[in-house]
């Protein structure tokens, strides 16, 4: 794929709306692929970050889920972030216990609800808190089918 910031945002913009559609459809496989292709064209884009990292790690159909993926995804979100953004923690602690390291599951799910309660953020705290606990048992976090 050339690059050229146009041409990045017009695939992105494509890539995105078939994972989002695909998505809304229960095509997990299909919406990480296109999550995927629009990663690769615009790889700062931290909404799109958390979308990938998130099905990578969270999807309740195993053929999906990759856990070093999914970390490596989501670390660059909450390095683009600076480590102020929740959502981009959420996704990186759900990653790490998708690849069984529990215990920094817990360190950044912590900090992610500390950094929702000081930035006002209290629609976040109860879905924060479950999976908190969820790492704090050795539990991974599966989206519903």
Not at 43 to 49: N, S
Not at 109 to 130: F, K, N, V
């Given at each position: 794929?050339?690059?050229?910031?146009?041409?990045?945002?017009?695939?992105?913009?494509?890539?995105?709306?078939?994972?989002?559609?695909?998505?809304?459809?229960?095509?997990?496989?299909?919406?990480?692929?296109?999550?995927?292709?629009?990663?690769?064209?615009?790889?700062?884009?931290?909404?799109?970050l958390?979308?990938?990292?998130?099905?990578?790690?969270?999807?309740?159909?195993?053929?999906?889920?990759?856990?070093?993926?999914?970390?490596?995804?989501?670390?660059?979100?909450?390095?683009?972030t600076?480590?102020?953004?929740?959502?981009?923690?959420?996704?990186?602690?759900?990653?790490?216990?998708?690849?069984?390291?529990?215990?920094?599951?817990?360190?950044?799910?912590?900090e992610?609800?500390?950094?929702?309660?000081?930035?006002?953020?209290?629609?976040?705290?109860a879905?924060?808190?479950?999976?908190?606990?969820?790492?704090q048992?050795?539990q991974?976090?599966?989206?519903r089918?």
């Amino acid at each position: 794929m050339k690059s050229c910031p146009t041409c990045n945002r017009t695939y992105t913009d494509a890539y995105r709306n078939l994972a989002e559609a695909y998505g809304a459809l229960g095509n997990r496989a299909m919406a990480a692929k296109y999550f995927a292709l629009a990663v690769e064209a615009i790889p700062t884009d931290v909404f799109l970050l958390n979308r990938l990292g998130w099905l990578l790690a969270t999807s309740p159909e195993d053929s999906i889920r990759q856990g070093a993926k999914a970390v490596a995804v989501a670390e660059r979100a909450v390095e683009l972030t600076a480590r102020k953004d929740a959502t981009s923690l959420d996704t990186l602690a759900a990653a790490y216990a998708e690849a069984d390291r529990f215990s920094d599951a817990v360190r950044v799910g912590s900090e992610a609800i500390a950094l929702a309660e000081r930035t006002g953020r209290p629609e976040l705290l109860a879905e924060l808190r479950d999976r908190l606990a969820r790492y704090q048992a050795g539990q991974k976090f599966r989206e519903r089918y």
